[in-house]
């Protein structure tokens, strides 16, 4: 059967004069979810944006806002997230030591929990916390910047975590983010991804949001 994917477009690479037609072109072409790439300036050098700006666009679109918390301090912003209307929020396992604290308090504010996990962090260590998980986001690039050279290893760190999901017999989605393109697509989704995070393949793609869409079923459909 081929494979069920999810295309998250990343905002952060969406025109910001004029993110509501985005939004709408983004949903219209296809993608089911919006991904957020909130980035405090401390856990990343860069400074995106907060909760203010999925909270602007949530009555344009029914879209699933996936909400990445680049954040050294996530507990702080949980339930901002989520009253501005967030369908899942991420925390950076590298953050804290109660991760599994911040996921289950994601979970009782009606979102689902996201585990990310930078390249330099080993899978095996997120084992024990799978089952507060709903999503685990495997990062193929450092967090920080859109258009970074995808880390080759992250195909076996997907397979390895899909290996984990399995044997124990959760329904944990497996989310990707960083250096998908055309050339890295299929062997991301053959090690097991189904959630796929797209920003500058998506946006740039010469035949528009709608054919990035395509394109990605396309090698899913090959998969199988």
């Keep these: 059967m081929p494979r069920e994917i999810i295309i998250a477009p ?10 509501g037609e985005e939004v709408r072109a983004l949903e219209a072409a296809g993608c089911e979810w919006l991904h957020f790439d909130c980035m405090d300036g401390h856990f990343t050098d860069q400074v995106t944006y907060g909760q203010m700006v999925a909270e602007a666009l949530r009555g344009l679109t029914k879209c ?3 909400c990445h918390l680049m954040f050294t301090n996530p507990e702080k912003h949980l339930e901002l997230f989520a009253e501005a209307g967030a369908d ?7 953050v804290t030591d109660d991760a599994a604290g911040l996921l289950e308090r994601i979970r009782r504010l009606g979102c689902k929990s996201n585990l990310a996990v930078n390249p330099a962090t080993p899978i095996a260590q997120i084992e024990p916390l799978l089952e507060h ?15 970074q050279s995808f880390i080759p290893e992250s195909t076996e760190r997907i397979a390895e975590l899909r290996s984990m999901i399995d044997a124990g017999g959760y ?10 393109n055309a050339d890295t697509a299929a062997e991301i989704i053959s090690a097991g991804a189904e959630v796929l995070v797209s920003g500058s393949f998506l946006f740039n793609h010469s035949d528009g949001y709608a054919g990035a869409v395509k394109f990605l079923r396309e090698v899913a459909a090959g998969v199988g």
């Design 171 to 180: 329904e944990t989605l497996i989310e990707f983010d960083g250096g998908l």
């Design 133 to 147: 998980c709903d999503i685990v986001m495997i990062m193929g690039v450092v967090p920080g910047y859109a258009g």
């Design 64 to 66: 699933f806002f996936d």
């Design 10 to 19: 990343s905002l952060l690479c969406a025109d910001f004069a004029r993110l």
């Design 88 to 94: 899942a929020i991420s925390v950076h396992y590298e």
